[in-house]
């Protein structure tokens, strides 16, 4: 009696871990993305089994009661959103040409065919859209060694290369760590615009 107590136990905790589970997994809750870049929200969904998906989109909050608006078909969206997923289970996203206007909380929502079978993964993606600046000392004198550096509100991982400019010509001096750069006894000559830039988006 006492073992097949057990198994009933198992079999239930089994079904509720793997079906009739509505979920919305976002692979981060916030994301870092530079001006103008592109950011792909990685994210996965599940439904109960017997659910056939009809409709698939992504949404911005505030999260109100009324049907969220889809994105795709906003204006301001509908050229640079891009859904990589599918009607399956993958909800991976594409939003490319990032400005500050984007910075919001993004939300996946599904629809399938089953009445009431209407689903929005509640926690959602943040987005903060940021640029590159040049952090220098104020003042130098010829004859200085000189550290940039390159900073963003986001922390800027390991995996980022960063490519730095001077008067828009690509500069190879050495650097400390990945977003700084030496100039050893600058001269007078050396005096121009630094910029820095980076290819991948951070996170
Ligand atoms: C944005 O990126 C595109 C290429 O993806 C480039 O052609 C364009 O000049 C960039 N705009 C700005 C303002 O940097
Ligand atoms: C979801 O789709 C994206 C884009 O096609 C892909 O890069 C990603 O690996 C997929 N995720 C899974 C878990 O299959």
Not at 91 to 105: A, G, I, N, P
Not at 128 to 153: A, F, H, I, N, W
Request: glycine share 4%; with cysteine.
């Amino acid at each position: 009696m006492a073992h097949r107590l057990l198994l009933i136990c198992l079999l239930m905790i089994y079904k509720v871990s793997s079906k009739d589970y509505w979920n919305v997994n976002y692979s981060l809750s916030h994301m870092c993305a530079l001006k103008n870049s592109s950011v792909i929200i990685n994210c996965n969904y599940t439904y109960p089994d017997g659910h056939q998906i009809m409709k698939v989109f992504w949404t911005k909050g505030p999260v109100r009661d009324v049907e969220p608006p889809d994105l795709s078909e906003d204006p301001e969206y509908s050229q640079r959103l891009q859904y990589l997923g599918d009607k399956q289970k993958n909800c991976t996203m594409r939003l490319s040409h990032v400005t500050k206007k984007d910075e919001h909380k993004y939300y996946f929502r599904f629809i399938t065919d089953k009445p009431g079978g209407k689903y929005t993964g509640r926690s959602g993606v943040t987005l903060t859209v940021t640029d590159l600046q040049v952090e220098s000392p104020e003042r130098v004198t010829e004859g200085d060694s000189v550290r940039l550096t390159c900073k963003s509100s986001c922390a800027l991982t390991d995996r980022a290369t960063f490519i730095w400019y001077r008067n828009s010509q690509p500069l190879t001096e050495r650097r400390d760590r990945n977003n700084i750069l030496l100039l050893q006894s600058v001269r007078r000559e050396d005096a121009g615009r630094c910029s820095c830039a980076t290819h991948l988006h951070l996170s």
